[in-house]
């Protein structure tokens, strides 16, 4: 009879054609490409991936966030296919192509702005940071940016220079861009509290960086790689009233926090406020390279003509699978889904941070929620070898999950919001089972 459990393991794991295709890898692949989980896949479908082997994983991991509309959706996948019969690249540049200004349009009546806005596209998360600083340079004449402890904005020169995490990601890579400032990042789990961070930031402007000299504050509403920190509304209405007395560019990373995840389809949206620029990227076109900026109009048409660019960005490949996206989110709901899962999973994690002491803290929005894990509640010390220990667990039991945080003790939530209550019914058992047997160690 077959089971009607999605997880399902035929191999020891990794099973032994994995364990073959990693040896390969380990002989031809660059040492620092490193993989998170050592299973190799052969197919995916939706929440369920399925390795070389013949085991069957539910992943969490959603290729760090991208994977909002699951793997593999039909309606993406027919868009791709259908786009690459007709034509894969021009750049638009050159020949423009009718995809590129209808995926600006649906981006634009998604966001939260009032006035006129446009659009832009690039390929990767980090793109899309460095041109947002571009449009805000330019249209400032301001060379300064800031930005806080704990961001992750990407690898490249100046996006790695706003990140905020020294290793693995900085170290030996010096020096890196002038006029970045890092300033504390608001929480209500390790503080500073919202009023504290912006005393800091006020400070800062008199003893690092006069107000007139910074073109941009770039902020992830709800942090990332950081650990799924929710900025305090508090903190973010004050970045908004100290960037409006400056003219100030105020530039949101929704990268990882975007498209629904969160129960709306913008993070900032939690805040009520409205900001200048908004960087997009990850489960925008379901994996394939492509990211955005979009903002208001008078930033966005600011720099001079040949400024912003590249021969890849804006591939037309990937703008037809983000169209695909944007009509499974609207077609299926799954910005509702996305609060009605957060409400199934932050109940399960309060439940075992209730059963398990080294469960710090419980945060997140809609379906983006993490666990914190400490040795000791009192002083919060972090515990990162115990998030380790459980993501081994986890892999061992069918399900793939992924650490975060600036400590690395943080387990994080980035399963498909088309996942259905039986796999996630099934996904959160193994992670308690995940749980239990590392804390009994």
């Known amino acids: 009879m077959q089971s009607s459990r999605a997880i399902q393991l035929l191999t020891e794991i990794p099973g032994p054609r994995s364990r073959e295709i990693l040896a390969r890898k380990q002989k031809v692949v660059a040492a620092p490409v490193t993989v998170q989980a050592p299973v190799v896949i052969a197919s995916a479908l939706g929440t369920v ?3 070389v082997d013949g085991n069957r994983f539910l992943d969490f991991a959603g290729g ?5 509309v699951g793997h593999s959706h039909p309606r993406v996948v027919e868009a791709v296919r259908e786009q690459a019969g007709l034509f894969l690249h021009t750049d638009f540049a050159v020949v423009p192509y009718e995809i590129y200004a209808t995926v600006a349009e649906r981006l634009i009546a998604a966001t939260p702005f009032t006035g006129p806005a446009k659009a832009a596209f690039f390929n990767s998360g980090a793109e899309a940071i460095e041109n947002a600083i571009k449009f805000a340079r330019l249209a400032t004449g301001r060379p300064a940016v800031i930005a806080f402890e704990g961001g992750f904005h990407g690898r490249t020169l100046l996006a790695l220079t706003m990140t905020s995490k020294a290793n693995p990601y900085k170290v030996g890579l010096g020096p890196l861009a002038p006029a970045v400032h890092h300033l504390p990042f608001a929480q209500d789990y390790r503080g500073p509290s919202g009023a504290e961070a912006l ?4 400070r800062a402007l008199l003893t690092q960086v006069a107000p007139s000299e910074v073109a941009a504050v770039v902020v992830e509403p709800i942090q990332g790689e950081g650990g799924f920190v929710p900025a305090p509304e508090e903190f973010m209405h004050g970045l908004r009233r100290i960037c409006d007395e400056h003219g100030i560019v105020l530039v949101v990373d929704e990268v990882q926090s975007g498209f629904g995840r969160t129960g709306a389809m913008f993070a900032i949206e ?5 900001p200048d620029l908004i960087v997009v990227a990850k489960a925008l076109a379901s994996g394939l390279p492509l990211s955005g900026v979009i903002g208001k109009a008078e930033i966005m048409d600011a720099p001079h003509e040949g400024a912003i ?12 699978a983000a169209s695909a996206v944007l009509d499974v989110i609207e077609a299926e709901n799954l910005i509702d889904r996305a609060k009605a899962l957060g409400e199934t999973i932050g109940a399960r994690m309060s439940a075992w941070q209730d059963r398990f002491e080294q469960i710090g803290d419980v945060r997140g929005r809609g379906a983006m929620l993490a666990i914190e894990l400490v040795r000791d509640r009192e002083s919060k010390e972090p515990a990162p070898e115990l998030a380790t220990r459980v993501i081994e667990e986890a892999l ?3 399900l793939l999950l992924l650490k975060a945080g600036i ?11 088309v996942i259905g209550d039986d796999e996630l019914a099934e996904a959160l058992d193994v992670w308690e ?3 239990a047997a590392t804390f009994a160690g």
Do not use: K
Request: hydrophobic fraction near 40%; charge should be negative.
């Open 64 to 68: 760090i966030g991208c994977l909002v």
């Open 270 to 274: 939690h805040y009520g406020i409205e």
């Open 309 to 320: 660019g590249g021969t890849y960005v804006g591939n037309p490949v990937a703008l037809a």
């Open 407 to 417: 400590y690395s003790n943080c387990l994080r939530v980035l399963a498909p919001l």
């Open 433 to 435: 089972e995940a749980l």
């Open 396 to 398: 061992q039991r069918g």
């Open 199 to 202: 005393a800091e930031l006020e």
């Open 49 to 51: 991936v399925t390795d």
